[in-house]
């Protein structure tokens, strides 16, 4: 099982930043696929964003043009960034980092369905 090290959540005001990490150890086939997703107490985990190993992104419409997500790969071990920029009330979640094996970064559009890894999430709160 890849083991998923997520960071950098926390509060920031409305039109503000945040960036999260998210660090998979495992090996190329296992960490092909890193994503987000978010959810809200009460309500359906939605997606955020993803990125294959070689670069490939998908994103959920309510982040386009605002978050970015990118990956570095190393030997044993990828981290995923997700930085987040004019943040909305409505961003205000749990963030779950997710991955899953394959070989081809066209696996990696977001569909909960297809991800069964995740990780303990971190919190990201934007005020009015």
């Known amino acids: 099982q890849v083991q998923l090290m997520e960071s950098g959540g926390g509060s920031v005001e409305a039109g503000g930043s945040l960036r999260l990490s998210c660090a998979a150890s495992?090996?190329?086939?296992?960490?092909?696929?890193i994503g987000w997703f978010r959810q809200v107490p009460g309500k359906e985990r939605e997606p955020v964003a993803s990125?294959?190993?070689?670069?490939?992104?998908?994103?959920a419409d309510s982040v386009k043009a605002r978050f970015t997500i990118t990956r570095n790969n190393g030997n044993g071990e990828s981290t995923a960034y997700l930085q987040m920029g004019s943040l909305k009330p409505e961003d205000t979640a749990m963030y779950y980092c997710?991955?899953?094996?394959?070989?081809?970064?066209?696996?990696?559009?977001?569909?909960?369905?297809?991800?069964?890894?995740w990780g303990r999430g971190t919190q990201v709160a934007v005020s009015s």
């Open positions: 997710v991955n899953r094996r394959g070989t081809s970064d066209d696996a990696c559009y977001l569909d909960v369905r297809r991800y069964n890894n």
């Open positions: 495992g090996d190329n086939y296992n960490t092909n696929c």
């Open positions: 990125i294959g190993r070689n670069g490939r992104t998908f994103y």
